[in-house]
């Protein structure tokens, strides 16, 4: 089946740094993938939508310009959290779709720690 | 998007079979239904999928509404691995996906 993995799968950052978390398609290409952020007993709420090769559309209520999303390759999505606080603190979790298919693949997610 | 409740919480013993409901009353005609798991600190597991047929897989069974405005997933027979958080989602294939709160399923052994 259609893998998708996360690195890192945990990290811890000190406030005011930044931090980068790569998502890829192991055995497929996704032209879009997407990213989630979940509290602590809570849902999966959408962050924003990456689309390779162009700029990622972002949910309302979301900085785009604290949370950077780069989609260069058909493999490969990258979320930066820039100048992180610890109200960033979350598990950030990013999924990939075949191209013409009806599932997402999802990541097992990354836990950021912002101290 | 279509708007699902489910209920918060099920339990369910082991072995025994569970019937997870789903109320999505303003899908769309061209949405799907989807399941996923999510198991602690992991991220979502597909489960399955379907459009206006039952489907059957080696996870689970859908059996949707004739009118399409509910689906029942089916664990035939559960086990201590199934407990997680189980959502629904209608979605047009590869469309972003808005979750719900999801049903935790707690499995007694």
């Known amino acids: 089946g259609a893998v998708v993995s996360q690195h890192p799968s945990r990290v811890i950052c000190k406030s005011g740094t930044s931090v980068k978390i790569e998502c890829r398609s192991l055995d497929f290409q996704a032209t879009t993938m997407f990213w989630y952020r979940q509290f602590p007993k809570q849902s999966l709420m959408l962050m924003a939508t990456?689309?390779?090769?162009?700029?990622?559309?972002?949910e309302q209520g979301v900085e785009k310009d604290k949370f950077l999303i780069n989609h260069a390759s058909l493999t490969l999505s990258t979320l930066t959290v820039t100048s992180a606080h610890p109200e960033d603190s979350s598990f950030y979790i990013c999924?990939?779709?075949?191209?013409?298919?009806?599932?997402?693949?999802f990541g097992p997610g990354t836990r950021l720690t912002v101290t | 998007d279509a708007k699902t409740t489910q209920p918060n919480s099920m339990e369910s013993n082991e072995e025994e079979p569970v019937h997870l409901p789903c109320n999505h009353s303003t899908i769309s005609g061209t949405d799907y239904i989807h399941w996923y798991r999510q198991l602690p600190s992991q991220g979502p597991e597909y489960v399955i999928h379907g459009l206006t047929s039952n489907v059957n897989n080696r996870m689970a069974s859908l059996a949707i509404a004739e009118d399409r405005k509910s689906s029942t997933l089916i664990l035939h027979r559960a086990t201590l691995r199934d407990a997680a958080v189980y959502y629904c989602?209608?979605?047009?294939?590869?469309?972003?996906?808005?979750f719900g709160t999801g049903t935790r399923l707690k499995v007694l052994a």
């Open positions: 989602i209608p979605n047009r294939g590869t469309y972003k996906y808005i």
């Open positions: 999924s990939a779709g075949l191209a013409g298919g009806n599932e997402q693949y």
């Open positions: 990456s689309n390779e090769g162009s700029k990622a559309t972002y």
